[in-house]
């Protein structure tokens, strides 16, 4: 099965997150939502979607398929998944092991293995794992808001959806204080996107919300990749200590898990090379006794890829919804959760077709 041709869609569109002077979207400084779709052709009349990192680097992501990786891949055998992004891998490496190329290659790993699926009638999760869960809990991903009323009402807001999970990406302690008595039973995610400089710093943090449901502190310390500083906090710290979204191979997981760095693990399938890449660090972090709850914050493909895993693997975990709400989904209102989970389409492959961009 010969893949005949690869194209790139930019799925943009407005959106909303709930905070009381709408402007840039939390942290991320997001004037409108950009998911990068990627699809795949083969001779044999199958296609399959993937997506790459996207958010406002979406356009780099498309530039790196468009004119190195997409044109490698055709005439390539679509059921040699590893052995196409392995050759990928290496024949793009001098650009770079994290970044746009590597998440174009993610993308033809998610598309390849939609496929793989499709090519023989199950759902995806069929052929990621055992489980073969219905559904899958999920939990609110709260952009950043500044504010402790709009925290507390966004709190309120997903408790009222149904999700029994939340996470925040505030470092004010008066913003979690805020969640925390609006929810004081709901555990809180921490995201604190690196902001302490300093490990005494991040160490200070990780003492001060002990005592405000703490589920974890997520990436405590600038620069993401200095996994020996993430071990000595994980050492000092009372609460568990997460990260990983911005790891680039799976060679930084085994980093991360032979210095014990984390508690959780968080790759990212648009990031890390797809779910090739995902199945091995599942297996890595089973056998480091390290939990995986992988990074989510999308609205296509990667999400569903990231559902069917969670679906299939051993240990049953939560999958992240970023807590927003687009004016046009890829999905509509397919994934949208419903009393805090996610049911698992049973169609072959991914399950689902994206809309129109």
């Known amino acids: 099965m010969k893949i005949t041709r690869v ?41 399959g979607w993937g997506e790459g990192f996207g958010f406002t680097v979406a356009e780099t992501t498309r530039d790196a398929v468009d004119r190195l990786i997409g044109p490698a891949c055709i005439g390539q055998d679509a059921r040699d998944i590893a052995g196409l992004t392995r050759m990928l891998a290496r024949r793009f490496h001098n650009f770079g092991r994290n970044g746009p190329v590597t998440f174009g290659i993610s993308a033809i790993d998610i598309a390849l ?10 759902p995806l999760h069929a052929l990621l794992g ?11 991903s709260l952009l950043r808001y500044g504010r402790p009323d709009d925290v507390a009402r966004n709190v309120d807001r997903a408790l009222a959806l149904g999700y029994r ?15 925390h008595a609006a929810a004081p039973d709901v555990p809180l995610m921490l995201d604190i996107n690196c902001a302490w400089d300093t490990e005494a ?32 906090i994980r050492a000092a710290s009372p609460v568990p200590i997460a990260a990983g979204e911005c790891n680039g191979t799976v060679e930084d997981f085994c980093r991360m ?27 890595l972090a089973r056998e480091a006794g390290v939990r995986m709850v992988p990074h989510c914050p999308y609205f296509g493909p990667g999400l569903l890829a990231t559902l069917h895993l969670l679906a299939a693997l051993e240990e049953p975990e939560p999958i992240e919804i ?11 209102a397919a ?8 049911a698992l389409p049973d169609a072959p492959g991914l399950g689902w077709e994206p809309g129109p961009g």
């Open 165 to 179: 999970h939340i996470k925040l990406h505030e470092v004010d302690l008066t913003c979690i204080r805020a969640a």
């Open 130 to 140: 055992p489980a073969a869960r219905a559904s899958v809990p999920a939990y609110a």
């Open 7 to 47: 194209t790139t869609h930019h799925h943009r569109t407005a959106f909303t997150f709930g905070a009381s002077t709408q402007g840039a979207g939390g942290n991320l400084h997001l004037r409108e939502m950009d998911t990068l779709l990627v699809r795949v052709e083969t001779d044999a009349g199958i296609h």
């Open 257 to 283: 898990f032979e210095l014990r760095a984390v508690d959780v693990a968080q790759p990212s399938v648009t990031k890390i090379g797809g779910l090739s890449a995902m199945l091995e660090i599942a297996e």
């Open 201 to 232: 710093e991040a160490i200070d943090f990780c003492e001060a919300v002990t005592t405000l449901g703490a589920a974890w502190v997520e990436e405590p310390v600038w620069p993401p990749e200095d996994i020996p500083a993430i071990a000595r």
């Open 322 to 332: 970023y807590f927003a709400d687009l004016a046009r989904a890829p999905y509509g």
């Open 335 to 342: 994934l949208v959760p419903q009393g805090g989970t996610i």
């Open 113 to 122: 293995w939609d496929i793989r699926a499709k090519a023989e009638g199950k």
